[in-house]
């Protein structure tokens, strides 16, 4: 080759080297440059998007600033197969280093749906089928006292039957959990029974230090033959048959079912709603105490006696209060 082609190859060599060099130099300040979002930005990445499609997203969505430049510098940081799918929230002027990092670890948004203690099974699923980012229909028939109250987590795809499953999951291994550590002096035979005695425990009190002492009365009529009288048992049974909340009277005293422990002796058939951890926990570890009665107190707490003269005082100081 003479000797004025070969300095003209190399300089054309040298020149296609600065440009490669220089196009690195200004993918690399792109990459590492903050990204034009000026706030979080939400996206959702379904799954078997390719790599070139997630970062046409992500430009669309202005989180990153050039789709080519971020789906180059991913191919060659050997990141190309690793970018996972899902919801991300992407801070505001994330870098493309940054928003590739996320991708890889998968740092996904988490959703929380709340089930607070003592709904019905109904009113918990409710709940759910409201929950944002979650897919697919809710499972059919679902028993009282399966659900575990508690605040789940969860991400965008999951199905709606997949998280009822988890609640029905903890309820179960909590009241296995609990049950095997229960005291000694727990007359219930089985797991089944002590949560629905907590349901009726979690519908007759919302005062945390008193579940123990309203577990100890229920146990003490249940050991004695005494029904139970609970008025939430009632209302349950009034909302069987279709009857929307409302203060119970004394002819709901005498309606026939066996969820109405007015009538039937023992424990209804089963919960009345879903009890939390509290309400379980205070059935199986509950108050030693002589009291077989409680009424409110006018102030959100109940008074216990332990004989019917001095419950029947209670009782008329409640109503004095009230002005009947």
Do not use: C
Not at 154 to 160: F, H, L, N, S, V
Not at 261 to 269: H, N, W
Not at 301 to 307: E, I, K, N, R, Y
């Amino acid at each position: 080759m003479p000797r004025t082609v070969a300095k003209v190859a190399s300089l054309a060599l040298s020149g296609v080297l600065i440009l490669v060099l220089a196009a690195f130099g200004f993918a690399v300040s792109v990459i590492h440059a903050p990204g034009p979002a000026a706030a979080d930005t939400t996206v959702v990445l379904p799954r078997g998007t390719n790599l070139n499609a997630i970062a046409t997203l992500l430009a669309d969505h202005t989180v990153i600033r050039s789709a080519p430049v971020f789906a180059l510098w991913v191919r060659v940081s050997g990141q190309g197969g690793l970018l996972r799918a899902g919801e991300y929230r992407f801070p505001a002027h994330a870098t493309g280093v940054d928003v590739a990092r996320m991708l890889v670890e998968g740092r996904t948004l988490k959703h929380r749906v709340t089930i607070p203690e003592g709904l019905t099974s109904a009113q918990a699923l409710a709940l759910v089928t409201a929950a944002d980012a979650l897919q697919g229909d809710l499972p059919r028939g679902m028993a009282e006292g399966a659900l575990l109250p508690e605040t789940y987590q969860y991400e965008w795809g999951d199905t709606r039957a997949a998280l009822v499953a988890r609640m029905q999951k903890a309820m179960a291994d909590l009241t296995a959990e609990l049950w095997a550590a229960r005291d000694a002096s727990v007359t219930l035979t089985a797991p089944a029974q002590a949560v629905t005695l907590a349901s009726i425990v979690e519908r007759e009190t919302a005062v945390a230090d008193e579940r123990p002492l309203v577990a100890g009365v229920f146990l003490n009529r249940l050991r004695l033959g005494m029904r139970l009288q609970s008025d939430p048992t009632v209302a349950f049974a009034l909302q069987q048959l279709g009857r929307a909340d409302a203060p119970l009277t004394r002819d709901d005293l005498e309606i026939d079912s066996p969820y109405n422990t007015y009538r039937v002796k023992g424990l209804p058939p089963g919960p009345i709603a879903n009890p939390g951890r509290a309400a379980l926990f205070a059935v199986l570890h509950p108050t030693a105490t002589n009291a077989l009665y409680f009424v409110a107190d006018g102030t959100g707490g109940h008074v216990f006696a332990a004989t019917l003269d001095e419950h029947n005082r209670n009782v008329a100081r409640f109503r004095a209060l009230r002005g009947d």
